[in-house]
């Protein structure tokens, strides 16, 4: 599969009918279009059996609006997925027909696919994922396990949050009776314990949501967001005390979501009685990724989509050819990094040349920017604040990141480190002038207390002043001597 040319996926939920296109590297590619209606169709299933005509006609009036989008976008295929309120409904053929009346080629997902392919969606932004997902839907909640890399047994349950209300109302307790015998009917009872409950639905993330606001968290991302299993308890309580229109005035938080806040909640505290994780982490990624990872061969599954996004991005902003990789095998012998930091090096150093077409005041903070608000992913929030303090000082920024609340969320170990890839960065890229050839027929070499640097005869000339000066900056504070030495080979 290749998404150079854009590639659209259509998922028709219980709760909404949403569209994705997709553009940029194959292994992760880059959102360029995203619209969701609230269709609504899981409402009422229920109880009659069969969509509602309103939210029939609600879903089909946003299908053919994107089928013209599509084509306008030139669009190279489209995959048309419908889940738990088609599949349940008695007149859900008869829907699909009209689907395809439009032009679409829809596939109605089981519930064993619907999961495997969430657990696909966060192995593809979570590789290293262990434990269970939890897919929560308008009609059905997944459970699935992921581990080294692969998804294994999944469940199907019937707690999606327009099935919550109606399960409430039967009694006190009701929730917390009915998930802890059904999680354990389907053999996910303890499978949690010692792991990760990754969290996959846009309920899920509005609560992440919700947790970022009321922590006044300094870097407000939901993908990876992590909190403890008591952290629902609170949120519920927290719900019930403010008010649902004190929630709506967070800006962060679709007020499409509010309504069915409490309830989530209060599935998830349940959840993590019946599943007993360790921790709790949301993704961002869930099946529509799940279907574009699905599309991929094995050796591309394989690459780092963080790494794999990074090298996009410097292909894209970049000046002349890009050789990342190359400034990153330049300054690795001055590093004893371990391989987790090795790699935040590596992506800093495809990024190394992104902030040129900004104004030279600017060119720091572009690449701030970039680090902490880039829509990466298989990196944590104090993974976003090394890389970012990497492109500072890489881009001339002054003596610490300017925001001390997010630099906070490092050690001071953690931000030197990364101060002095910046460094290595910079020194680099002056002495090259941004291009591959003065690095090639150069070396940076660590020597008892000595920084050197190598030059073969042939450049010796591009050791100037500053050239000088950038290598006693990054040999200051490594706490070493530098030294140039002009070599033969």
Same mark, same amino acid.
């Given at each position: 599969?290749?998404?150079?040319?854009?590639?659209?996926?259509?998922?028709?939920?219980?709760?909404? *009918?949403?569209?994705?296109?997709?553009?940029?590297?194959?292994?992760?590619?880059?959102?360029?279009?995203?619209?969701?209606?609230?269709?609504?169709?899981?409402?009422?299933?229920?109880?009659?059996?069969?969509?509602?005509?309103?939210?029939? #006609?609600?879903?089909?009036?946003?299908? +053919?609006?994107?089928?013209?989008?599509?084509?306008?976008? @030139?669009?190279?295929?489209?995959?048309?997925?419908?889940?738990?309120?088609?599949?349940? %409904?008695?007149?859900?053929?008869?829907?699909?027909?009209?689907?395809?009346?439009?032009?679409?080629?829809?596939?109605?997902?089981?519930?064993?696919?619907?999961?495997?392919? &969430?657990?696909?969606?966060?192995?593809?932004?979570?590789?290293? &994922?262990?434990?269970?997902?939890?897919?929560?839907?308008?009609?059905?909640?997944?459970?699935?396990?992921?581990?080294?890399?692969?998804?294994?047994?999944?469940?199907?349950?019937?707690?999606?949050?327009?099935?919550?209300?109606?399960?409430?109302?039967?009694?006190? @307790?009701?929730?917390?009776?009915? *998930?802890?015998?059904?999680?354990?009917?389907?053999? /996910? $009872?303890? %499978?949690?314990?010692?792991?990760?409950?990754?969290?996959?639905?846009?309920?899920?993330?509005?609560? +992440?949501?919700?947790?970022?606001?009321?922590?006044?968290?300094?870097?407000?991302? =939901?993908?990876?967001?992590?909190?403890?299993?008591?952290?629902?308890?609170?949120?519920?309580?927290?719900?019930?005390?403010?008010?649902?229109?004190?929630?709506?005035?967070?800006?962060?938080?679709?007020?499409?979501?509010?309504?069915?806040?409490?309830?989530?909640?209060?599935?998830?505290?349940?959840?993590?009685?019946?599943?007993?994780?360790? +921790?709790?982490?949301?993704?961002? /990624?869930?099946?529509?990724? @799940?279907?574009?990872?699905?599309?991929?061969?094995?050796? #591309?599954?394989?690459?780092?989509?963080?790494?794999?996004?990074?090298?996009?991005?410097?292909?894209?902003?970049?000046?002349?050819?890009?050789?990342?990789?190359?400034?990153?095998?330049?300054?690795?012998?001055? /590093?004893?990094?371990?391989?987790?930091?090795?790699?935040?090096?590596?992506?800093?150093?495809?990024?190394?040349?992104?902030?040129?077409?900004?104004?030279?005041?600017?060119?720091?903070?572009?690449?701030?920017?970039?680090?902490?608000?880039?829509?990466?992913?298989?990196?944590?929030?104090?993974?976003?604040?090394?890389?970012?303090?990497?492109?500072?000082?890489?881009?001339?920024? $002054?003596?610490?990141?300017?925001?001390?609340?997010?630099?906070?969320?490092?050690?001071?170990?953690?931000?030197?480190?990364?101060?002095?890839?910046?460094?290595?960065?910079?020194? $680099?890229?002056?002495?090259?002038? $941004?291009?591959?050839?003065?690095?090639?027929?150069?070396?940076?070499?660590?020597? %008892?207390?000595?920084?050197?640097?190598?030059?073969?005869?042939?450049?010796?000339?591009?050791?100037?002043?500053? *050239?000088? !000066? !950038?290598?006693?900056?990054?040999?200051?504070?490594? @706490?070493? #001597?530098? #030294?140039?030495?002009? =070599?033969?080979?």
């Amino acid at each position: 599969m290749t998404a150079r040319a854009p590639v659209a996926i259509i998922d028709i939920g219980s709760n909404s *009918v949403r569209l994705v296109v997709y553009s940029g590297a194959t292994r992760i590619p880059s959102v360029i279009f995203n619209e969701k209606v609230m269709a609504g169709l899981g409402r009422g299933i229920g109880k009659g059996g069969a969509l509602g005509d309103a939210a029939q #006609e609600r879903a089909l009036g946003a299908l +053919a609006r994107f089928r013209l989008l599509l084509g306008q976008m @030139g669009v190279a295929w489209v995959r048309v997925v419908a889940t738990a309120a088609v599949r349940e %409904a008695s007149n859900g053929k008869d829907f699909l027909g009209r689907i395809r009346a439009l032009g679409f080629e829809p596939r109605l997902l089981s519930g064993e696919e619907e999961g495997r392919l &969430a657990g696909l969606g966060v192995l593809s932004a979570i590789p290293e &994922a262990n434990g269970i997902v939890g897919d929560l839907g308008g009609g059905s909640l997944e459970l699935v396990e992921v581990s080294g890399g692969l998804v294994k047994r999944s469940a199907t349950l019937p707690f999606g949050v327009l099935r919550l209300d109606d399960l409430a109302a039967s009694g006190r @307790g009701a929730i917390a009776k009915v *998930v802890a015998k059904r999680v354990e009917a389907a053999g /996910f $009872g303890g %499978a949690a314990q010692g792991r990760v409950f990754y969290l996959v639905g846009g309920s899920w993330r509005a609560l +992440a949501r919700l947790d970022l606001a009321l922590i006044g968290h300094p870097l407000p991302i =939901t993908h990876q967001h992590d909190m403890s299993p008591q952290r629902p308890a609170e949120l519920r309580e927290t719900l019930r005390r403010v008010g649902s229109e004190e929630v709506r005035s967070i800006a962060e938080i679709s007020v499409s979501r509010v309504p069915s806040l409490p309830r989530a909640a209060h599935l998830l505290d349940n959840l993590v009685g019946a599943l007993g994780p360790a +921790a709790l982490v949301t993704s961002s /990624f869930g099946i529509r990724e @799940g279907l574009l990872y699905n599309e991929l061969g094995n050796a #591309e599954r394989r690459n780092d989509p963080l790494i794999e996004a990074a090298r996009e991005a410097g292909v894209g902003l970049g000046r002349f050819a890009p050789h990342g990789d190359l400034v990153d095998r330049w300054i690795a012998p001055v /590093f004893d990094d371990r391989p987790q930091a090795a790699r935040l090096r590596l992506a800093a150093c495809l990024l190394s040349d992104i902030a040129w077409a900004a104004h030279p005041d600017f060119r720091a903070e572009r690449g701030i920017d970039m680090a902490l608000h880039g829509n990466w992913v298989a990196i944590d929030a104090p993974g976003r604040v090394m890389l970012a303090q990497a492109l500072f000082f890489a881009f001339g920024g $002054g003596r610490t990141l300017p925001y001390p609340a997010i630099a906070a969320l490092c050690t001071d170990a953690e931000l030197v480190r990364a101060a002095s890839w910046g460094l290595a960065m910079r020194l $680099g890229q002056r002495l090259s002038g $941004g291009v591959a050839a003065g690095l090639k027929g150069s070396r940076l070499v660590r020597k %008892a207390e000595k920084l050197r640097l190598e030059l073969d005869t042939e450049i010796a000339a591009l050791s100037t002043e500053i *050239v000088r !000066r !950038r290598l006693g900056g990054l040999a200051g504070a490594l @706490g070493l #001597e530098p #030294e140039i030495r002009i =070599t033969r080979r």
